[in-house]
């Protein structure tokens, strides 16, 4: 298991390259928080504010990402093999991976 961060404020931080496989962020806030290549594997993001996060290229897969908050976040190039969007949120300046389906995923768009 990986280290309880739930609820923690990350508000632009740099967290480029950290490895936060399995940790808990439950309801966390990250917005511009700086995630590239980042490894979120298994990581617990549930509820987290992921507004216009820096992402690219970050490992999410098997990431719970339910009913987070993507608006205008960048995941170029993220992995989201297996990663779960069921109730999350984003808007038309979100960035997705080529060939990223997000409604197919289950994200809402913000009008």
Do not use: H
């Amino acid at each position: 298991m990986g280290a309880r961060l739930d609820g923690g404020c990350f508000v632009g931080a740099d967290l480029g390259g950290a490895n936060l496989a399995a940790a808990s962020l439950q309801g966390a806030n990250l917005t511009e928080a700086g995630l590239n290549g980042a490894n979120l594997f298994r990581a617990n993001l549930e509820g987290a504010n992921l507004c216009q996060v820096k992402s690219t290229g970050a490992n999410y897969s098997e990431v719970n990402l339910r009913s987070a908050d993507l608006s205008g976040a960048d995941l170029y190039g993220a992995c989201l093999f297996g990663t779960d969007l069921t109730g999350a949120v984003a808007d038309q300046v979100t960035r997705w991976p080529d060939g990223f389906d997000p409604v197919t995923a289950g994200i809402t768009f913000r009008v």
